[in-house]
């Protein structure tokens, strides 16, 4: 399930755990690995990203983010890490 605090909302949310998970698409929120040079655009969305990271934080959450192209490259490697989480 999603998990909205304040106004934002989280892609996904582990009760158990207190876990947040956000996968960010690598256009849209700037993978650094990717684009050097950022638009308009995508500065609103990575100051938007370092707010819920301070958010969340802030209330008690921990944060895991994964970029997309590391699913599409590798998701073996993600589903491995996040399954390792979850235990």
């Known amino acids: 399930p999603q998990k909205v605090l304040k ?3 989280y892609d996904y949310y582990i009760p158990s755990k207190n ?3 956000e996968v960010d698409g690598d256009y849209f929120h700037a993978n650094p690995e990717q684009y050097t040079k950022r638009s308009r ?3 609103r969305v990575v100051k938007n990203d370092k707010y819920k990271d301070r958010l969340a934080e802030g209330m008690g959450y921990t944060l895991y983010r994964v970029w997309e192209s590391d699913l599409k ?3 073996e490697v993600q589903k491995k890490r996040f399954t390792r989480l979850l235990k």
């Open 7 to 9: 106004t934002k909302i």
């Open 41 to 43: 655009m995508q500065e």
């Open 19 to 21: 876990i947040l998970i």
């Open 73 to 75: 490259k590798d998701y």
